[in-house]
């Protein structure tokens, strides 16, 4: 991501008094806080409190029980952000470079730096190997290249040390402190501190 700020448009979020349901049954209620330009929050809570959930509805996947969810100056939401899960998505078959260059079609203007984003991950040297030859640390260092390839202004992140070792997860810490100096804001669910000191931490308390 060059020098500058890549973003069109870097939207406040809000998220005010914010109640989600699975299954019948309310995960959390009672949740606001805001993340402007820059802010980088980390979601807490313990398994089944509901951290996926609520990024999923942040990227407009599930709709509230209660509450509201806003995007000042922005329109179109979901063409501002990046929801990377703690699956990573990946194809057993498909080289890692094909994955990188795929989404910077998709979701990009198709001139993504595909190949400085392999380095920047540490895996320039092994993409052209198949997913499947990966290891887990090594699959969720190519599922973040997706973030540099595609510039979007909102990282919804899932557990993105996950998998990885300490080199890796000071990856992570580098790759969100980087976003955040372009203008770019990030929140991200956590078992546990990813490094970053947070500008807002959330606790979800199962309802």
Avoid: C
């Avoid at 299954?23 to 802010?39: H, I, Q």
């Avoid at 951290?51 to 209660?66: D, V, W």
């Avoid at 320039?124 to 290249?145: E, F, H, K, V």
Wanted: proline residues 5%.
């Amino acid at each position: 991501m060059g020098a500058g700020r890549p973003f069109q448009v870097i939207p406040t979020i809000r998220v005010e008094r914010l109640a989600l349901a699975r299954g019948g049954r309310t995960l959390f209620s009672g949740v606001s806080f805001e993340a402007a330009s820059g802010a980088y929050v980390e979601v807490r809570g313990a398994n089944g409190a509901g951290k996926t959930s609520l990024l999923r509805a942040l990227a407009g996947f599930l709709k509230p029980e209660a509450g509201a969810i806003a995007f000042d100056g922005v329109e179109e939401p979901a063409l501002t952000l990046h929801l990377l899960g703690h699956r990573d998505g990946l194809k057993s078959s498909i080289r890692g470079l094909s994955h990188v260059r795929y989404w910077s079609g998709l979701l990009g203007d198709g001139h993504g730096a595909v190949e400085a984003a392999l380095v920047r991950v540490g895996l320039a040297r092994i993409a052209d190997l198949p997913a499947r030859m990966l290891s887990q640390g090594q699959a969720r260092r190519l599922s973040l290249a997706r973030l540099l390839v595609a510039p979007r202004a909102l990282w919804l992140l899932d557990e993105p040390v996950a998998g990885l070792d300490a080199a890796g997860k000071t990856l992570v810490a580098d790759l969100i402190a980087a976003h955040r100096g372009l203008g770019g804001t990030v929140i991200a669910a956590a078992h546990e501190p990813i490094g970053p000191e947070p500008t807002h931490v959330v606790e979800l308390v199962r309802a």
